[in-house]
């Protein structure tokens, strides 16, 4: 909203600061971190008293979640989502189309994880609603979503880009749709698989939505994408602010989040930020260079699918239990333990997915 002062530059030069990207990036991850300090420990503590237990915790899971996150209040995600959405129209530019679609898949990502949430709280179970409803409003959302960015992007948009190789490889056509809402559903429960530790979802995702922040910067300028030679797409250095805005919010909850959490993001936080990191990626056309930077949230998701398929064969486990953080801690890993070497990984598969930049 604020891109507007800068067509009053004419009168008043100063007011030209408001055109610059980066500028504006600062501001939107200023803007949300205030946001979620100032709001969060009011919003926490309504959601203590609407919800009495807190979150139900998995009986089958590690005996000292029992004694330590029972009875913390869930759905910490509506911090990050209202600090997020509030600096995002404050500081990006509303006339693009873009910020648009993606707060879209994350707004719908974030209710669809809201009635879960809401769900498992007053029934006080894991069993949420229906898995196949679920998938079903998340492809149908980011179906939406993918529709409207080729709408917007032309031709370009369907086309398929790879790693290391320049240009595109060869064009998806109409198939754009279904191969760009994998992705971003793809990213939105691997994500929510991931979030199972006090932090371990939210740092990794802010060092994944920091790397594409500067992707969306690059891809969105013709000058830089055509030295780097990556794909250009017209409009999309203007998800660099919502990347921005989401870093912000996500520092503020990590003040809340930090071991012992005094609130979960629940999975109203976790499909929301895994639904944006899809859609960033489809935007800018990265979707294979997710798999490298979220390969840490590639490798939750995979033990799941893994440990559940080896058991309808055989009958055993790989692991001691899934998602893998969990094995870890069945392997007497300490809680600190396994976040701190988890961002770890997740930095260091940040710069492996930086580097393709130059590798083209």
């Known amino acids: 909203m604020l891109t507007l002062l800068a067509d009053l530059s004419y009168l008043y030069s100063p007011l030209n600061i408001f055109r610059y990207i980066t500028f504006r990036a600062a501001m939107a991850a200023a803007t949300a971190l205030f946001f979620v300090f100032f709001f969060g420990p009011n919003i926490?503590?309504?959601?203590?008293?609407?919800q009495g237990k807190g979150q139900p915790i998995r009986e089958d899971g590690p005996e000292s979640h029992l004694l330590?996150?029972?009875?913390?209040?869930?759905m910490g995600g509506l911090m990050i989502l209202s600090g997020l959405i509030a600096a995002t129209l404050l500081w990006a530019n509303l006339r693009n189309y873009y910020v648009w679609i993606v707060l879209f898949v994350t707004a719908s990502f974030g209710a669809i994880g809201f009635y879960d949430d809401y769900l498992k709280v007053t029934k006080q179970s894991h069993a949420g609603f229906s898995g196949k409803a679920r998938l079903a409003l998340e492809f149908l959302a980011a179906?939406?979503?993918?529709?409207?960015?080729?709408?917007?992007?032309g031709e370009n948009m369907s086309n398929l880009a790879i790693p290391m190789v320049k240009g595109y490889v060869g064009s998806l056509g109409l198939f754009f749709i279904v191969f760009g809402a994998f992705v971003i559903v793809a990213a939105g429960n691997c994500v929510n698989l991931t979030d199972g530790l006090d932090g371990l979802a939210i740092v990794p995702s802010m060092i994944a939505v920091g790397t594409f922040a500067i992707f969306a910067y690059l891809v969105g300028n013709s000058i830089f994408s055509n030295y780097l030679g990556v794909n250009y797409v017209a409009g999309a250095g203007e998800l660099t602010i919502v990347c921005s805005a989401l870093i912000g919010a996500g520092l503020g909850f990590l003040w809340f989040n930090a071991p012992p959490a005094q609130?979960?993001?629940?999975?109203?936080?976790s499909l929301a930020l895994g639904?944006?990191?899809g859609a960033v990626a489809v935007a800018v056309k990265q979707e294979f260079v997710l798999v490298?930077?979220?390969?840490l949230f590639v490798l939750e998701g995979a033990s799941v699918i893994i440990q559940v398929a080896y058991f309808k064969a055989t009958g055993k486990r790989i692991f001691l239990m899934a998602p893998i953080h969990h094995h870890f801690e069945k392997k007497g890993w300490k809680e600190p333990q396994i976040v701190i070497r988890f961002w770890v990984i997740a930095f260091v598969l940040a710069l492996m997915g930086l580097s393709t930049l130059k590798l083209r």
């Open 44 to 50: 926490i503590a309504a959601l203590r008293l609407k």
């Open 68 to 74: 330590t996150k029972k009875g913390t209040p869930t």
């Open 143 to 153: 179906g939406i979503a993918c529709y409207l960015m080729m709408k917007v992007g």
């Open 263 to 269: 609130i979960f993001m629940g999975d109203t936080g």
């Open 275 to 277: 639904g944006l990191l």
């Open 292 to 295: 490298i930077v979220g390969g």
